[in-house]
């Protein structure tokens, strides 16, 4: 069936680095847009990034911009987001989601925590 | 585009009906998603494009409007609906989304 699975979160000092990764299994990923949506501890959702179906367009949120990179390998079905500088607002879990018109397939996140 | 969702929690019992409010701060046609998320989980997609169900949600679910106002309603409350709902507006990058609304038992 159609899933995605993130990996890659963990602990992480500030200033440090991380790289997430997404699986997608069960559907054409090379047709789709693939989004990051990040979830604080106790707050709302919030859109990160995006990257075109080929690879080629992609957007982020202002408060990720120079500082958060998303790629995309198509060949083997995986979307990427490699973090640098991270600070402690940057905790939370991490989302990959599929979709133009709302997502309607999300994974089930992996939790990113910046702490000393 | 700034999305302002109201209220932010509503108690409701089973059975009852359940609006949610969302506000867009500019135009977004009916670019606009809404999402169920339980505690734990990733958010579930129930609207999309305003007014269209997503395959698999029950159809006492329903959304409307256009521009910068819109509404989820839900019919009759059931005990699996009791979760925040989030809007989302798909118009322009980048993607925002509304603060949320739990609905909680009365």
């Known amino acids: 069936q159609e899933q995605l699975v993130e990996s890659g979160g963990g602990v992480v000092q500030p200033g440090g680095s991380l790289r997430l990764s997404c699986a997608a299994s069960g559907f054409a990923f090379s047709t789709y847009a693939m989004h990051w949506v990040r979830q604080a501890p106790g707050e709302g959702l919030a859109w990160v990034a995006v990257m075109s179906y080929d690879a080629i367009n992609k957007v982020y949120a202002d408060s990720v911009k120079g500082r958060f990179s998303i790629s995309r390998d198509n060949s083997k079905n995986m979307l990427f987001l490699e973090m640098y500088s991270l600070t402690r607002d940057d905790t939370a879990v991490y989302y990959c989601?599929?979709?133009?018109?709302?997502?309607?397939?999300w994974g089930r996140g992996t939790q990113v925590t910046v702490s000393s | 585009i700034q999305m302002t969702q109201s209220p932010s929690s509503v108690s409701a019992s089973v059975g009852d009906r359940v609006t949610i409010t969302c506000r867009a701060s500019q135009g977004i046609s009916t670019s606009l998603a809404w999402y169920q998320q339980k505690p734990g989980k990733a958010p579930q997609l129930v609207i999309y494009?305003?007014?269209s169900l997503q395959r698999g949600v029950p159809s006492r679910f329903s959304g409307s409007g256009s521009g910068t106002d819109f509404t989820l309603t839900i019919s009759s409350l059931q005990p699996e609906d009791f979760a925040t709902y989030y809007c989302q507006q798909t118009n322009s990058f980048p993607r925002t989304f509304g603060q949320g609304t739990k609905v909680e038992v009365k």
């Open positions: 494009a305003a007014s």
């Open positions: 989601a599929r979709g133009p018109q709302g997502y309607d397939l």
